[in-house]
């Protein structure tokens, strides 16, 4: 089973070339003591939980096709474009689709050989 849930599909154009990014969703209870964790074992890739269990805790967005699970969880992905959280001031996941644009652009062009 996995903690994720896919919210949409963001295609990123770099010169020519067309990348898909999937953003995904990490719905607040996962990990949260309300749900019945003693601890989070997923504190180590997430950001922290937040204090209702309602409000998502992460988006994470990934390329397409790039497999999920690490030595440290099979839940982790090992090199995620971005990891998102609540805001700390509003404690509220708020984001802005051009932001993780340009994250996503950035990402590929850290990795152009």
Do not use: N
């Not at 070339?17 to 964790?37: C, K, L, M, R, T």
């Not at 939980?49 to 992905?77: F, M, N």
């Amino acid at each position: 089973m996995s903690i994720y849930s896919t919210c949409c599909k963001l295609v990123v154009f770099d010169g020519p070339d067309e990348h898909v990014f999937w953003v995904q969703a990490v719905p607040g209870h996962i990990g949260h003591p309300s749900a019945g964790y003693e601890s989070d074992p997923y504190a180590a890739f997430l950001p922290p939980v937040a204090a209702d269990p309602d409000q998502d805790r992460a988006l994470v967005v990934v390329l397409d096709g790039q497999p999920k699970g690490t030595a440290r969880s099979p839940q982790e992905y090992p090199d995620p474009a971005c990891v998102l959280g609540p805001d700390p001031t509003t404690g509220r996941l708020e984001a802005d689709i051009r932001d993780i644009d340009r994250r996503c652009a950035a990402w590929l062009r850290a990795r152009r050989p």
